[in-house]
């Protein structure tokens, strides 16, 4: 078994936006804010045939969202995530370590300028791949663009 590891590799990081068929979004909004970024990125992932888990920071009165039940919690959600996809102010993260320890996915993803190194260096340290500072949706298109599919 390879060890994890932080993830900079262009082209690993190219295959593993490819090859996810169900993608966790740690701070996904929901449609009332359908022009920014934690809205839009997930609803194109799904509308390329990613399974979407929603996982909203706010928003309580949300059940649904891009016709997905909401879960509240990363823990919570049943069955292997591929991809945990933050939205999250890096100030933030560390609120949220312990439910990625527990859900353990395959990879976390921090989105476009969302960086933390010492959190990235303990979930790697625990057997969790992660990615910083990049957007998944560009990457999935130039994966799907490579060629690259689940």
Same mark, same amino acid.
């Given at each position: 078994?390879?060890?994890?590891?932080?993830?900079?590799?262009?082209?690993?990081?190219?295959? #593993?936006?490819?090859?996810?068929?169900?993608?966790?979004?740690?701070? #996904?909004?929901?449609?009332?804010?359908?022009?920014?970024?934690?809205?839009?990125?997930?609803?194109?992932?799904?509308?390329?045939?990613?399974?979407?888990?929603?996982?909203?920071?706010?928003?309580?009165?949300?059940?649904?969202?891009?016709?997905?039940?909401?879960?509240?919690? @990363?823990?919570?959600?049943?069955?292997?995530?591929? #991809?945990?996809?933050?939205?999250?102010?890096?100030?933030?993260?560390?609120?949220?370590?312990?439910?990625?320890?527990?859900?353990?996915?395959?990879?976390?993803?921090?989105?476009?300028?969302?960086?933390?190194?010492?959190?990235?260096?303990?979930?790697?340290?625990?057997?969790?791949?992660?990615?910083?500072?990049?957007? @998944?949706?560009?990457?999935?298109?130039?994966?799907?663009?490579?060629?690259?599919?689940?």
């Amino acid at each position: 078994m390879l060890a994890s590891m932080i993830v900079t590799d262009a082209e690993a990081i190219r295959r #593993i936006a490819g090859r996810a068929r169900r993608v966790a979004v740690l701070g #996904i909004k929901s449609e009332k804010q359908a022009l920014q970024p934690a809205f839009y990125v997930p609803e194109h992932l799904a509308s390329a045939g990613v399974e979407i888990v929603p996982v909203p920071v706010y928003y309580p009165e949300v059940t649904t969202i891009l016709g997905r039940p909401v879960v509240r919690t @990363l823990a919570a959600i049943e069955g292997p995530i591929d #991809i945990v996809d933050v939205f999250r102010r890096p100030e933030d993260l560390e609120a949220h370590e312990a439910d990625l320890l527990a859900k353990r996915p395959t990879v976390v993803w921090l989105q476009s300028g969302i960086r933390h190194d010492a959190l990235a260096e303990r979930l790697s340290a625990a057997g969790i791949d992660v990615v910083q500072d990049r957007c @998944l949706m560009v990457e999935h298109r130039a994966a799907r663009a490579a060629g690259i599919k689940p």
